[in-house]
Nanobody, 127 residues
Framework: QVTLVESGGGPVQTGDSLRLSCVPSGGLFSPYAMGWFRQAPGKEREFVAAIVWSDSTTHYADAVKDRVFISRNDARNTVYLQIRGLKSEDTAVYYC????????????????????WGQGTQVTVSS
């Protein structure tokens, strides 16, 4: 069974940059799209970015679109999330999700559209 494994989180300082990675493990995997969400304590999981695997079309949440970049590596079957200019409000557990089948682009920002999730990686931003 394929699982998603996130990495790259940790404690960082305000203004820093980091890159999160998400790797599927456990078998062959060909998603329609993959996305990054985050969940801060006491808050709902919120969309950050998504990428359509076939043509690398990207989608970003308005609140972070100027500071994040989602990309993929076909050879490594990996999706990345780069965040720059980290702020305290970026503190959250970041989750990688995958969608297996074609989904309208308007749904890529909805967590309900994703059928697979990783365990998450904690990002803690302090000043």
């Amino acid at each position: 069974q394929v699982t998603l494994v996130e990495s790259g989180g940790g404690p960082v300082q305000t203004g820093d940059s980091l890159r999160l990675s998400c790797v599927p493990s456990g078998g062959l995997f060909s998603p329609y799209a993959m996305g990054w969400f985050r969940q801060a304590p006491g808050k709902e999981r919120e969309f950050v970015a998504a990428i359509v695997w076939s043509d690398s079309t990207t989608h970003y949440a308005d609140a972070v679109k100027d500071r994040v970049f989602i990309s993929r590596n076909d050879a490594r079957n990996t999706v990345y999330l780069q965040i720059r200019g980290l702020k305290s409000e970026d503190t959250a557990v970041y989750y990688c999700g995958a969608i297996r089948r074609w989904t309208p682009s308007s749904f890529l920002s909805s967590a309900h559209a994703y059928g697979m999730w990783g365990q998450g990686t904690q990002v803690t931003v302090s000043s």
